[in-house]
């Protein structure tokens, strides 16, 4: 009875003890000839017994399969990224079904594209489970002595054959190493091919016509031998043959290919910053990621932008950097350990469940409780537990830096996980939380807010491997806290410009006490400061006397005893003595002051931090001013970074750049004007200042409205209700072209507190054209002047116009009542939400035209009838 399949050769047939369904066959061989050898009669027979015949086709050797029309040939791009890769394939398979055919290109090709045998390895383990579920025969090679022992023995154990050829004087032996369920006497010898016959090396008909066996013998001996250097990753040969160039020039052709190399498989493949990282990297530099690089792959776009910062500020011979910048000793997990960290818990089908169109937000809540519960392979463990000793009980911060990450056109800022940790307690505390951060950073690439991201920029296809960042916290100990001076983020452009006299390109600074983690995010009933950099002691606020009120009143830090991440009152932690310069950071509110000895209060001050004196009396703007231009003009581009500052005893400042990436501008555009004579009762709003996104002339086609007194009214739980609403009210919206709608509302939009403003997700509100947050004094609903932050970037990113009102205030016009006049559509489209019809108002306009025009230059923006 013949074999359901066949290798196409009977006589190895009977050797195998024939091919069974689900059968993945792997070829080890020393070159791709040989594996030709075995796959051409195996296709042959095929075609022969009308199977269903597959060829993957994706390597960069001469195609193994000639076009034939009962062959279906699939190219695929290794380029892509193995989840890409990966994915189609999987794809592939399950169009093709059950009881197919395959035969792949050898495999080792793909480290040209990969760089890594560790995710070789966990190609095989994603796919061949996978054809062996569907009762498929597939065919597939390695390169003998190419890959690292433990690259083959992940292959040998999930594959069901594994297969030595030798290629000796002229003849073909096959050694079987694995065959699995299956066994004869003589199977696991060196068979010698003779025509259709495999014969044993051992036996007397061998010897009879071949000689002595012992040459083969010794043969294959030597070729075990030379083995020995699979030791290594080719991912480690990489390195290592950097490290051997040490001493030749930069300028030498091999150095520069390498360090091209090096970049793209490290850095990542965002083609203008893996430009700019060769511009910038050495081949010393790219060695010194390596020794800190947990596992392989990228370090993602996080870490990349850090370094390049530092690199192109040491290569700037006009400011002796080295004299403000802090140091770095940080770590990189690679991007490849997030791969094998999914593929090893066995979650990698899940994965490709949640990429499909159904699965995309339906999947994620499962597969980031998976991922919150893993165990990483025992590898890693240990490399995670070098990063445990090496930093003691200083205090760290493990930061995502994913492929996508902080690259031109996509900051993700805010979307995925930074934990701190204050490494308190014995090493296998310390050991426990590390590994939980790692997983809550991995968790939150299933994120709603992260996929939501994702989709709408078209992203959520592409592969998003996720590297993790650690960092020694920047600080100091001040009793049992632990925090920096100073913290923020700074802008090398600033289209938030408030006075006509302030000039974008001089950038932006937002700056508080302690952590930057009330810098980055719209902190609740909190002011860090806001500093143009050409002006940097005026403020967006009008009166004097709202400097206390637009101030910082809270305090991010880590705290020892608790061992965990705090918020501190301010007043509260200067009482404390702590050495905090208050000189150059704090000024004492006369106001205050002046009402507390009228009480008899002595021997206490009431402080307010505006940074005066750091800005006025220190080099600090001039040095910060300098840092964002110079990164601007090696980036050509605008750009963002986060930083903190410490002082030494003496006053001197150092500063640590703990991030630099591209930043998303809208800018000056030329030709926006903004007519005259428009008559007040044709004014829907107009403002000077306080707007983000530039100069735009803008049509609208739809309004929603968020009563201020009304919502005030509403009790908590019902806050969220219309929190929901809108969100519900964006998904209606087809597009920013064909229905652009303005949305206003009290407060702040995005907050987590409901007192403060309406407290949408962002993917809630990310249809919206123009976003415009209002006062409200009978509420204390204010906007909150967001420039830096992640909301900051996610409106740019969205191409969403920012304006805040406040009513109040002289020469500022809101036209309410010419909203409430008109005819409340809600009820039309969620009949079901007529209670809140007093609350939310939406309006379409057809008869006449609704448009804002905004003019950087002027700081203008009026929103107005036509």
């Known amino acids: 009875m013949a074999p359901w399949a066949s290798t196409g050769f009977s006589e190895l047939d009977k050797l195998l003890c024939d091919l069974k369904k689900g059968d993945n066959v792997v070829w080890q061989v020393d070159g791709v000839e040989d594996y030709r050898h075995f796959v051409t009669p195996y296709v042959a027979q095929a075609l022969r017994d009308k199977r269903n015949l597959v060829y993957m086709r994706f390597a960069q050797h001469q195609p193994l399969v000639e076009n034939q029309p009962n062959i279906t040939t699939y190219q695929l791009d290794a380029d892509s990224g193995f989840e890409s890769f990966s994915k189609q394939v999987h794809a592939i398979i ?54 690292s022992f433990q690259t083959v023995a992940r292959i040998r154990e999930t594959t069901q054959l594994l297969l030595d050829v030798y290629n000796f004087d002229g003849s073909f032996y096959v050694h079987p190493l694995k065959v699995w369920n ?23 008909d061998y010897a009879a016509s071949s000689g002595d066996a012992s040459k083969v013998l010794s043969y294959i001996s030597k070729k075990v031998r030379n083995g020995s250097l699979r030791a290594l990753d080719y991912w480690d040969r990489l390195f290592m043959k950097a490290d051997s160039l040490m001493q030749a020039p930069s300028d030498c052709e091999e150095v520069k290919r390498l360090v091209g190399e090096l970049c793209r498989i490290t850095v990542g493949r965002e083609k203008r910053l893996c430009k700019l990282a060769q511009d910038s990297f050495s081949l010393e530099d790219l060695l010194n990621i390596k020794s800190r ?27 002796n950097w080295s004299q403000y910048l802090e140091p770095h000793d940080s770590f ?81 800022a ?57 960092q020694r916290v920047s600080g100091s ?64 606020y009008a009166d004097r006397q709202d400097a206390k009120k637009f101030s910082q009143h809270n305090v991010d830090l880590l705290d020892t005893e608790e061992n965990r991440l705090k918020t501190v009152g301010l007043t509260e932690l200067l009482n404390e003595k702590l050495g905090i310069r208050l000189d150059l950071v704090a000024s004492l509110d006369r106001h205050i002051q002046q009402k507390m000895g009228e009480l008899g209060v002595k021997g206490e001050h009431a402080w307010v931090l505006t940074f005066e004196k750091l800005l006025a009396g220190t080099e600090f703007t001039q040095i910060m001013r300098k840092m964002l231009k110079t990164l601007e003009n090696r980036y050509q581009y605008p750009v963002d970074i986060e930083f903190t500052v410490n002082f030494a005893g003496d006053g001197a400042f150092k500063v640590n750049l703990l991030q630099c990436r591209p930043l998303q501008t809208k800018g000056i555009k030329a030709g926006i004007r903004i007519p005259e004579n428009i ?15 530039g100069s735009i002339s803008q049509p609208l086609k739809r309004i929603i409205y968020i009563d201020p007194e009304k919502y005030v009214e509403l009790p908590i739980s019902q806050k969220y209700s219309i929190a929901r609403l809108v969100g519900k009210l964006n998904s209606r919206i087809d597009s920013k072209q064909t229905t652009p709608t303005i949305l206003l509302g009290p407060g702040r939009w995005g907050t987590t507190t409901p007192s403060l403003g309406v407290p949408v997700n962002f993917s809630e509100i990310n249809r919206i054209a123009v976003l415009v947050e209002i006062a409200y004094e009978g509420g204390n609903l204010m906007p909150e002047l967001s420039f830096g932050t992640h909301f900051f970037h ?39 939400e007529s209670k809140y019809q007093d609350v939310v108002h939406v309006w379409d306009i057809d008869s006449e035209q609704l448009e804002i025009t905004s003019d950087v230059v002027s700081q203008r923006v009026v929103c107005f009838f036509t």
């Open 794 to 832: 996610d409106l740019v990113e969205s191409d969403i116009f920012y304006a805040a009102l406040f009513p109040q205030k002289e020469g500022i016009i809101f036209n309410k009542e010419c909203l409430l006049g008109m005819r409340n559509l809600l009820t039309d489209i969620f009949p079901q």
């Open 477 to 540: 100990y001040k009793k049992h806290y632990f925090l920096p001076d100073l913290a923020g983020v700074g802008v090398s452009y600033n289209t938030f410009v408030w006075k006509p006299e302030l000039d974008p390109k001089a950038g932006m600074l937002r700056l508080v006490l302690g952590l930057g983690t009330r810098a980055v995010e719209r902190v609740e009933d909190d002011y860090p400061q806001t500093i143009a950099l050409d002006q940097p002691l005026i403020r967006p």
């Open 182 to 204: 299956r066994y004869s006497p003589s199977m696991f010898l060196p068979h010698l091919q003779q025509g259709e016959n495999f014969l044993p090396i051992t036996s007397p």
């Open 332 to 412: 990189y997990v690679g991007s490849d350990v997030f791969y094998s960290y999914i593929v090893e818990n066995g979650w990698w089908k899940l994965l490709m469940e949640q990429k499909t169109k159904e699965g995309y937000f339906k999947v994620a809540p499962e597969l980031k409780e998976n991922l919150l519960r893993g165990k990483f392979p025992n590898q890693v463990r240990e490399r995670f537990q070098e990063i445990i000793e090496y930093f003691g009980q200083y205090p760290i911060i493990l930061r995502s830096s994913s492929l996508l990450e902080d690259s031109f056109g996509n900051a993700f």
């Open 293 to 319: 690089l947990i596992g392989s792959g990228f370090i993602g776009g996080k870490a990349a932008g850090m370094l390049l910062a530092q690199k192109i500020l040491s290569q700037d011979k006009s400011s």
């Open 94 to 147: 399950s169009e093709q079904g059950k009881e197919t055919y395959y035969v792949f290109d050898c495999l080792s090709d793909l480290l040209s594209a990969w760089a890594t045998d560790l995710m070789i390895g966990n190609f095989f383990m994603v796919t061949c489970p996978y054809l062996f579920e569907l009762d498929t025969v597939s065919y597939f090679a390695v390169l003998r002595n190419y890959h």
């Open 414 to 470: 805010g979307k995925y996980e930074s934990i701190f940790l204050v490494s308190q307690g014995d090493p296998e505390q310390r050991y426990s939380e590390f590994e939980e951060a790692m997983r809550r950073v991995y968790a939150s690439t299933m994120d709603e807010n992260a996929l939501a991201y994702r989709l709408q920029r078209g992203l959520d296809q592409q592969d998003e491997q996720m590297a993790v960042l650690v």
């Open 679 to 693: 008559e007040t009762k044709d004014i829907l709003f107009a403002s000077h200042g306080y707007t983000m996104g």
